[in-house]
């Protein structure tokens, strides 16, 4: 049997395998993605190329089942066993012996660390996590004060380097939009990580959608993404793509709404990030959404603290095999996906005792590496895929919907001119350096008749001059 791109471990798999024949052929392989609208796309000029940013591999975390002070998974099993009565062992757990509280000592431990490291990614944060308490009310278990400087806690430590999302409201029960509550009948089909998506309208998405970002506007965290809780999504991905850019859009005003759902852990599926639903372009409301594609399984605590993958299934200790590795050699963006249940594992921090042991293989082995948050990749290709390029003689016209910084590219240049970049009839030099690693705002590397130049590429017309 020919191998198929898996997409996230544990859980999604189960997901995925349980929908049934006839769903998994319409969501396998490549067809998965094909539901999916591109949208617009500008006219390019064949002998401009854009480059990864600084002409390095993008790199992040996405850290999924994060939350204020509730340790998700301890109160989200009995949820998935009680939706299944008790059909798969998966869920059979022994939760009760688990600690209620992975504690905001260890949020600022791993946050610390990985500003310390150039760590950047996503961190979610469940808005009403497995229903315990909502963060914009209270918390039942914890004092209003705990739960205020666990928020600040997030603020300050965490979203500096790290994008915001909510999963879904409560990453286990379907809240009934109407009451606040969750719904009555506890079976898969009210159920975030389920069946609730099928069927469902793009409207009756966003509204939910809107209904979990409201609760995080509420206490300060900003948000441009949203990620799905297990298969949130799974056979509504056209109406998913499209209620996230609604909305978004209308709760935060995000420029470039993202939405994580795919992961693929093995084969050569492009991981590339995806500009979907673009419109409007040469207008002044330019519109798309981006669907962010992780490169890996959960390999180190898993989202259930059992049999963590190591760190040799992201990168070997000689750096020369592993997934990371495979997907860095492509030039694509090699975004990781962790658990933060498992990057904690109930105090003993095996996840992120392997994490950081990923990290230290990966500066070890490679120089041309960028951590960005998801947000930041988006706009990028964002930029990379919707601006409109032209040649007109030794004059490179830009004509971007969105701004974007560290926008690089690679064009003819005439022997012996320097680049020029001129916005709003103001020219800019360009600095020259020796390297393509040594890349920043507003320089450039000769290569024979060719020029890398990277720049901060301004929303609307500006024109590169070589």
């Not at 500008?42 to 992040?60: A, C, E, K, M, S």
């Not at 298969?231 to 991905?237: E, K, P």
């Not at 012996?416 to 705002?441: C, D, H, I, M, Y």
């Amino acid at each position: 049997m020919t191998a198929r791109p898996s997409l996230r471990t544990d859980r999604r798999d189960f997901l995925r395998l349980a929908a049934g024949a006839a769903t998994a052929a319409s969501l396998s392989g490549r067809n998965f993605l094909r539901a999916q609208v591109p949208g617009d796309r500008p006219t390019r000029t064949p002998d401009v190329t854009v480059l990864n940013p600084r002409t390095r591999i993008p790199v992040g975390l996405i850290i999924d089942d994060s939350t204020c002070l509730v340790n998700l998974n301890r109160f989200a099993m009995p949820q998935f066993n009680e939706a299944f009565v008790g059909a798969t062992q998966t869920y059979h757990r022994p939760w009760r012996d688990w600690p209620v509280e992975i504690p905001d000592a260890f949020v600022r431990k791993f946050g610390e660390w990985c500003t310390g490291a150039g760590v950047k990614g996503k961190y979610s944060i469940v808005p009403y996590p497995a229903c315990v308490g909502r963060l914009d009310r209270m918390l039942p278990g914890w004092t209003p004060r705990e739960l205020k400087e666990s928020l600040d806690l997030v603020r300050t430590v965490m979203m500096p380097n790290w994008d915001i999302h909510p999963e879904m409201v409560t990453h286990t029960r379907v809240i009934d939009l109407k009451t606040g509550h969750p719904y009555a009948e506890l079976s898969p089909k009210f159920m975030e990580n389920w069946e609730w998506t099928t069927g469902r309208s793009v409207d009756e998405i966003a509204a939910y959608l809107a209904y979990a970002l409201r609760i995080l506007k509420e206490v300060g965290l900003p948000c441009e993404g949203i990620t799905t809780p297990g298969g949130f999504g799974n056979r509504a991905l056209p109406q998913l793509a499209q209620a996230t850019l609604q909305s978004v859009r209308e709760v935060f005003g995000a420029e470039i709404p993202h939405y994580f759902r795919h992961a693929y852990s093995e084969g050569k599926q492009s991981v590339m990030p995806r500009v979907e639903y673009a419109s409007g372009l040469d207008g002044p409301d330019p519109r798309c959404v981006v669907s962010i594609i992780g490169c890996t399984g959960d390999w180190t605590g898993g989202w259930d603290c059992i049999n963590p993958g190591g760190a040799d299934k992201f990168i070997s200790e000689d750096g020369q095999h592993g997934r990371m590795v495979d997907v860095i050699a492509r030039g694509e963006p090699a975004l990781m996906l962790a658990h933060w249940t498992g990057i904690w594992f109930n105090g003993y921090e095996v996840g992120f005792n392997i994490f950081k042991e990923v990290v230290k293989r990966l500066h070890g082995r490679y120089d041309h590496l960028l951590w960005m948050k998801l947000s930041e990749v988006s706009r990028y290709w964002a930029a990379r895929e919707l601006t409109r390029i032209e040649r007109n003689g030794n004059t490179v016209e830009f004509r971007a919907p969105f701004a974007c910084p560290d926008f690089t590219v690679r064009l003819g240049v005439s022997a012996g001119q320097s680049p020029r970049l001129r916005v709003s009839a103001e020219f800019s030099e360009l600095k020259e350096v020796a390297s393509p690693l040594t890349l920043s705002a507003n320089t450039w590397f000769r290569e024979g008749e060719h020029a890398t130049v990277c720049f901060t590429l301004p929303k609307g017309t500006s024109e590169i001059l070589a």
